[in-house]
């Protein structure tokens, strides 16, 4: 085992609080939903008292935890002594550095309060995101990251890069504290090839940030008409356009441009 720590010892607030998963048998279910493999660097965010980390190290090569509180932590140091696959680190890991290049997988059950700015470090702010990635969190975030039931703009800026669906749900049950409201288990695959380039990339995120409440801010009474007879896109409920017609929109744009 590695530790690390960087002698954090300010109070903790309460709002970074979790959700444990307890049981064994429900944590080795939720692993065998993915494709972790003993070839595989994964990294934890918020261990708390290592029940998961413990499954994670059982099926893969090496595992990074990252842990914020200072007790948990020393719990964590104390549980996982014996293990020679582990890194413990005592850090916020919104201010922690992700590897640089190798590939790496994230199976977590995070703190419900910090999941948009998790989301949005590993996936669109960090130039070397996960290939693979399971998170537990509240089924409202879920849908709003899946663009469910309208596409958000974080929700068009994630799929242009990831495959995301729900593997699992849970019964409020199967934590302790019990939750206030529904939890799944999401999954985040990266895509092969992204649907926006690197070179396109802060283009589109502007198209997104000015049309997503109104097409109008972008296009003018004709070309709307004109994406309606050519593009076949209905355009009479922007609440109701696809993740494919916004790439298509998108296009559309760059063409008149």
Aim: glycine share 4%; aromatic share 12%; net charge positive.
């Amino acid at each position: 085992m590695k530790a690390k720590s960087n002698n954090y010892r300010g109070k903790v607030d309460i709002s970074v609080s979790q959700n444990f998963i307890t049981s064994k048998n429900t944590i080795y279910k939720l692993i065998k939903k993915t494709n972790i493999s003993k070839n595989d660097f994964v990294i934890e965010i918020g261990p708390g008292k290592g029940h998961i980390t413990e499954a994670l190290c059982e099926k893969s090569y090496w595992v990074t935890a990252i842990e914020l509180d200072r007790s948990l932590y020393g719990n964590l140091i104390n549980k996982f002594k014996s293990k020679n696959n582990v890194t413990l680190i005592n850090k916020d890991f919104l201010n922690w550095k992700l590897p640089k290049k190798r590939e790496y997988k994230v199976f977590s059950n995070i703190p419900f309060y910090i999941t948009t700015k998790i989301i949005k470090k590993l996936l669109l702010e960090e130039l070397n995101s996960p290939t693979d990635m399971w998170l537990v969190m509240e089924k409202g975030s879920a849908k709003r990251f899946m663009g469910i039931p309208r596409e958000s703009k974080l929700s068009l800026l994630l799929k242009t890069k990831f495959d995301i669906k729900i593997v699992h749900y849970f019964n409020r049950e199967d934590f302790h504290p019990m939750p206030s409201v529904d939890c799944v288990l999401v999954y985040f695959k990266r895509k092969y090839k992204y649907d926006i380039s690197k070179d396109e990339w802060n283009e589109y995120t502007s198209f997104i940030s000015k049309s997503i409440n109104n097409l109008r801010d972008v296009f003018t009474k004709n070309q709307i008409h004109a994406v309606i007879k050519y593009l076949g896109i209905n355009l009479n409920n922007i609440s109701e356009v696809s993740y494919n017609d916004w790439i298509q929109l998108f296009r559309y744009k760059q063409k008149i441009d």
